[in-house]
Every structure is written in structure tokens, then in C-alpha cells.
Antibody, heavy 119, light 111 residues
Framework: QITLKESGPTLVKPTQTLTLTCTCS??????????VGWIRQPPGKALEWLALIYRDDDKRYRPSLRSRLTIIKDTSKNQVVLTMTNMDPVDTATYYC???????????WGQGTLVTVSS | QSVLTQPPSVSGAPGQRVTISCSGS?????????VHWYQQVPGTAPKLLIHANDNRPSGVHDRFSGSKSGTSASLAITGLQAEDEADYYC???????????FGGGTKLTVL
């Protein structure tokens, strides 16, 4: 059974750095072709892809947020970590991690974690 | 402004058929990248409904079907049921952006 679970703070202050962890089970981050991405959804708005990392450490970032994002993986813990610097209230959203399949679909999703940016 | 364009809302009566369109461009759908569809019940995570244009994952009812042509794609839902009321998103890959793109989402209301 494949599951992903996000963890991290629920509240961050403006200008702080957000660190989110995605713990994966049922598949290995060291398996060929495997990738895990982060997607966010502001309240009442659409899904927005942020970043993705593949087994071979190939990393992709949303161009408009590239300077603020870093994605890494810890294969020994089967975790993927996303950091986003200089948080702003507009970054308030539910953040999801999801596994990416061979056709670039997100086939398994975590439950999501709501992050609020407020002083 | 989403890269993929969807109608904000569609509606239909129980038992009817509805379609949701997803319009892209030559750098995403038109470039040959696959289109995927997700169903999101409010308050829950998105669920993969259709992958690679017209394929249903195991467990998805055959009332849901997808198609793709040129720079657009469509999701069709037949035999509408109350439980189908949700938000639906299309997704593809954009070669110019080198990243994954979503539509703005369509809210389906079952009358």
C-alpha cells in the first residue's frame, strides 16, 4: 500500500523559512523512475505545482518560485523535504506531496497540510 | 491565471452526461504531453481519475472517460450521481516551463 504523509509547521511568520517533510511508504525513492513532487492549493483556489525530485536527484522547480525553493531527498528515511524561504501571507495554502508516475501524472497523494503565514 | 483553461463550473441532473474541457497550447497538450484528470472532494486530497489522456486507474468507475485532441482534452462523466459533486482538475506537462501545469479547476454541481 502506497502512502505519503506531509509534516511540518501549521503556522509560520512572514519572512520565515518553511520546511515540510514528505514521508513515503510502499515504494522506494531509490527505485528507477520514481519521483515525488510538491503541490499547493491556496484556500478556495486551484492546484499549483511547486517542485519535484527524481530518484537520480534530478530536481525541477516552478520557474516563478525557483529562487525560494529547495527540494532534497533522504533515501535512507524515504523522505522528501521542501524548503521555501521568505514566506508571505499569499503563501498560505494546503501543501501536498505526491508521487509522480511514468506519464508525469501524480498517482498517489498525501492528505495535505495547511500552512498559514501570519504574524 | 492557469496555463490550462477549464470552465469554472458545470452542472447536470442525476443520470445525465456532462463534459469538462481543458484547453492548452502548443507547449503542453499540443506538444504531445499526456493529460491527466483529478477529482477533489472539498476538504480532501485530489484523486487521480484519468491518466495518460484516456486511462482509468484501477477502482475508477467506467462512467468517467477522457479524451484528447490537438491542444485540448475533455473529461466526460455519464450517469451523473450525487457523489460525483466535486472539483475536477486537468494536468499536463509544459515543455516551455519545464514543469507540471494544472487547470484552474471546474466545480461540478449535481442538480
Amino acid at each position: 500500500q502506497i502512502t505519503l504523509k506531509e509534516s511540518g509547521p501549521t503556522l509560520v511568520k512572514p519572512t520565515q523559512t518553511l520546511t515540510l517533510t514528505c514521508t513515503c511508504s510502499g515504494f522506494s525513492l531509490s527505485t528507477s523512475g520514481v519521483g515525488v513532487g510538491w503541490i499547493r492549493q491556496p484556500p478556495g483556489k486551484a492546484l499549483e505545482w511547486l517542485a519535484l525530485i527524481y530518484r537520480d536527484d534530478d530536481k525541477r522547480y516552478r520557474p516563478s518560485l525557483r529562487s525560494r525553493l529547495t527540494i532534497i531527498k533522504d533515501t535512507s528515511k524515504n523522505q522528501v523535504v521542501l524548503t521555501m524561504t521568505n514566506m508571505d501571507p499569499v503563501d498560505t495554502a494546503t501543501y501536498y506531496c505526491a508521487r509522480v508516475g511514468p506519464a508525469s501524472q501524480f498517482d498517489y497523494w498525501g492528505q495535505g497540510t495547511l500552512v498559514t503565514v501570519s504574524s | 491565471q492557469s496555463v490550462l483553461t477549464q470552465p469554472p463550473s458545470v452542472s447536470g441532473a442525476p443520470g445525465q452526461r456532462v463534459t469538462i474541457s481543458c484547453s492548452g497550447s502548443g507547449s503542453n497538450i499540443g506538444a504531445g504531453y499526456d493529460v491527466h484528470w483529478y477529482q477533489q472532494v472539498p476538504g480532501t486530497a485530489p484523486k487521480l481519475l484519468i491518466h495518460a489522456n484516456d486511462n482509468r486507474p484501477s477502482g475508477v468507475h467506467d462512467r468517467f472517460s477522457g479524451s484528447k485532441s490537438g491542444t485540448s482534452a475533455s473529461l466526460a462523466i455519464t450517469g451523473l450521481q450525487a457523489e460525483d459533486e466535486a472539483d475536477y482538475y486537468c494536468q499536463s506537462y509544459d515543455g516551455s516551463l519545464s514543469g507540471w501545469v494544472f487547470g484552474g479547476g471546474t466545480k461540478l454541481t449535481v442538480l
